[in-house]
């Protein structure tokens, strides 16, 4: 029998407690979920692996991909609309994006800003600017997906859509967005009266003589409890960057990377579900944030093994970690020069040039690169610089400057810092399907355990909004329990059935 397969209700003597609705995990999509079902009038207990709420979720920036004229957009002066949201995340979230939960997603992205908002997520109506990240201070909005660079900027009107909370300090450099986000949500579960136990592990769920999920096993202290679900379970236990056995399997290019995730991310909520017929998809895409400050990449010029250019540096970076990562094998250079390093102190943070030399020949030798394909990559850029335009690749003309001597060179061997897009098949009402794409009684889940709105493509802030929207709808569904498929529930906008 393999570790996760399912408990059959049959073989529990005595269930050690009822409830309507379990929630597995208290990150972002687990706490959305448990507000959502509580609030729909279910009796909820929350189970979490580590001492205290906020997983991955709570270490993160905090960014929230929101947008279609949330009231913060139109405070900070800038239109958006439903439309041009899903046009741009079609695109960026591709290929083999969602349509359904991308189209749900943008309708009920202004009702989803108020809902945080009245939980008490505190956003300021400021814009930041600069090229950073995330803000650097407590401003509120951000463009974080390239919507104003090629190729997306054609395709959809560039609005901003980094939906950021406000730290309690001035400064933010760093996490505090992400905290902030969940200290808000777990303290809105509470007041609600969602009964949560930390230290508390799922190991296996519990299946009755139809297959319906009607409970979990879950392991506190050393100690086996056997916890029943009215109505249903929903899984929110985060992605599997940990299981390096399940990213051999299906995503080898994240093996050995620079992991983001709390070590709870371990596949291991994810197989249990595998074991009661859940389906799969897209497991084999994830996020690679390339760690490099944009102020130098924007400017700059990357190149691969090969001396040669592959995308547009001003194209948000996760994009540019995805190519470099899945597509060059993650190997990179990023060619600049004086001018560029220097106008970049205010935000390029402690990273210094691995290489400097006065010529591109000597560059390249430094740095271990063809020596005539780098200086031809360099001379065409150049010549595309003095044009004011990039044929090749179309970077904005804003960040086109010919490189001069002397020139320097960072080698981004290394420097992706990864999560998984992959995981459970859900509809849009987070019910879990099956291969056929047959629900799976009894069974939810939310967030990254999911593959959700980045199906494959990425975009700062679309984990944690995928999260929290598409957990309450979770959240929502199992509230209603096994047998309540033929009632509506308002999550966002859109109706669920
Ligand atoms: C440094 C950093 C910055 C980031 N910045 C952003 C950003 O700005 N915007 C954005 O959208 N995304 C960002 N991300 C990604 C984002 O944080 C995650 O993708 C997202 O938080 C995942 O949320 P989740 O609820 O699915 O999982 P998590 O937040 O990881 O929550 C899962 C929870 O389940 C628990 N758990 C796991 N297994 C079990 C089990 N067997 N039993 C019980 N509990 C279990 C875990 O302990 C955890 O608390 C960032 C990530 C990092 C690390």
């Known amino acids: ?13 005595a269930w050690d407690r009822q409830v309507d609705v379990i929630v597995v ?14 609030t729909d009038g279910a009796e909820v207990l929350a189970l979490e692996a580590a001492g205290e709420s906020g997983g991955t979720s709570a270490m993160s920036g905090g960014l929230i991909y929101l947008g ?10 800038f239109e958006d609309s439903p439309e041009q949201m899903t046009r741009f995340l079609l695109a960026a979230c591709g290929p083999h994006a969602d349509e359904e939960k991308v189209r749900i997603y943008c309708e009920g992205s202004v009702a989803h800003y108020d809902w945080l908002v009245e939980c008490g997520v505190p956003f300021k109506p400021s814009f930041w600017s600069a090229p ?6 407590d401003d509120g909005l951000m463009f974080s997906g390239g919507e104003d660079a090629a190729p997306f900027a054609d395709l959809a009107k560039p609005a901003p859509r980094g939906h950021c909370p406000a730290a309690p300090t001035a400064s933010r450099h760093g996490s505090a967005g992400g905290f902030l986000l969940m200290q808000v949500l777990a303290r809105r579960a509470a007041e609600l009266g969602v009964e949560q136990s930390n230290n508390t592990r799922v190991r296996r769920l519990v299946v009755d003589d139809h297959g319906a999920v009607v409970g979990v096993v879950a392991r506190r202290f050393g100690q086996d409890m056997y916890l029943a679900a009215r109505r249903g379970v929903v899984l929110a236990a985060g992605g599997f960057v940990h299981d390096d056995r399940l990213l051999s399997e299906h995503a080898p290019a994240l093996v050995g990377t620079d992991k983001l995730g709390v070590e709870e991310n371990d596949g291991s909520v994810l197989r249990a579900a595998m074991a009661v017929g859940a389906a799969t998809v897209h497991m084999d895409a994830g996020e690679a944030a390339f760690s490099v400050p944009p102020a130098l990449v924007k400017p700059g010029i990357l190149v691969d093994a090969e001396g040669r ?7 948000y970076l996760g994009r540019v970690g995805q190519h470099g990562l899945f ?36 560059l390249a030798e430094e740095a271990g690169l063809p020596v005539s394909a780098l200086v031809e990559t360099v001379a065409a850029y150049n010549r ?14 804003r960040w086109l400057e010919p ?19 992959g995981g459970l098949r859900t509809a849009p009402d987070g019910v879990v399907l099956d291969r056929e794409g047959v629900p799976v009684p009894g069974l939810y889940a939310a967030g990254r355990i999911t593959s959700g709105i980045p199906a494959t493509g990425y975009v700062s802030g679309a984990s944690l909004g995928d999260c929290t929207f598409f957990g309450r709808r979770a959240g929502a569904s199992a509230a209603l329990g096994r047998t309540g498929n033929s009632t509506a529930v308002e999550v966002g906008s859109c109706a669920i059935r």
């Open 1 to 13: 029998m393999n570790d996760f397969a399912a408990l059959k209700e049959s073989e529990i003597v």
């Open 25 to 38: 995990g208290c990150g972002a999509a687990g706490v959305s979920a448990a507000i959502e079902a509580r």
């Open 68 to 77: 279609g004229g949330t009231a913060l957009q139109k405070a900070c002066g």
């Open 132 to 137: 950073t990240a995330e803000p650097w201070n």
């Open 309 to 315: 250019r592959f995308i547009n540096e001003d194209a």
């Open 327 to 362: 597509h060059r094998g993650g190997r990179v250079w990023l060619v600049l020069d004086e001018k560029i390093f220097d106008a970049a102190e205010e935000f390029r943070g402690p990273v210094q040039p691995d290489f400097v030399a006065e010529t591109v020949e000597e």
């Open 384 to 397: 595309a610089a003095e044009a004011g335009r990039d044929e090749q690749f179309g970077k904005a003309g």
């Open 403 to 421: 490189l001069r001597p002397p020139f320097a060179a960072l080698d981004a061997r290394g420097r992706f810092r990864t999560f998984t897009l």
